[in-house]
């Protein structure tokens, strides 16, 4: 991504009211030493322009700190980029821990344009398995309103494919006691196979603020929101 390269319509996450985003943002700015600041118009001209966890960002009004969870901090309400019709993946009993995750990652990458699934880490017992998740946004699209649509329909994509990557791989890991799906290391919760099998639909995950509760919630949560936790005196 070109840093500043147009201005755009985006979602910030200090601005979104949610603990998570007001807690990464306030730990995030402290690392960098630097200060956050929000947009004060709507006006799409002075909008700052954030796709990735983390992302330090030039804005039209200086240096902006964005701590976006796992993806663009949009509502999400989009309908989804059509997933494509792909058969599951064929999973043998002789199949490694390892093997097993790569097909995994694989199909979800074949399934969903556009996602990407890399720096797969398992164990040798299969008991603990962990993905990067990430969004290929188009920068090139040369329409603001476009592509901020764009932004947004691809993030409630990158939060579906990631929890349908969570639910498969408590599918096919019989021993399975903990599973990651993660963009920016600070940001890595880790999910019981319990936890995972109890989770609805993995398109009711698209939208930001219930994607955000299910990180929360995590039985080992995000080292910067426990952080920001500790920090705030919060539960």
């Known amino acids: 991504m070109r840093l500043g390269s147009w201005p755009a319509k985006a979602c910030l996450s200090a601005s979104t009211g949610s603990f998570v985003g007001r807690a990464v943002a306030r730990v995030t700015a402290s690392m960098y030493r630097i200060r956050i600041t929000a947009p004060r118009t709507r006006d ?32 999400g309400h989009e309908q989804p980029t059509s997933p494509q019709p792909v058969r599951p993946p064929a999973i043998a009993v002789t199949d490694t821990p390892a093997a097993r995750a790569d ?44 592509f901020a649509e764009h932004v947004a329909r691809l993030a409630g994509d990158h939060r579906q494919a990631s929890v349908e990557l969570l639910k498969l791989t408590a599918r096919h890991f019989p021993n399975l006691r903990y599973a990651s799906v993660w963009q920016d290391s600070f940001l890595q919760a880790f999910w019981s196979r319990e936890q995972i099998l109890e989770l609805g639909p993995a398109s009711s995950f698209r939208d930001f603020d219930r994607y955000t509760q299910l990180v929360q919630e995590a039985e080992i949560p995000p080292p910067l929101l426990t952080l920001a936790r500790d920090s705030s005196g919060s539960p």
């Open 44 to 75: 799409p001209h002075r909008a700052i322009v954030i796709v990735k966890a983390g992302d330090v960002v030039r804005s039209l009004n200086g240096l902006v700190i964005a701590s976006c969870l796992l993806g663009a901090a949009c509502s």
């Open 103 to 146: 097909k995994l990652a694989r199909y979800i990458e074949v399934r969903w344009p556009r996602i990407l699934v890399r720096d797969i880490d398992v164990d040798l017992g299969g008991t603990t398995v962990a993905y990067r998740v990430s969004a290929d946004y188009d920068t090139s699209i040369p329409d603001r309103d476009a």
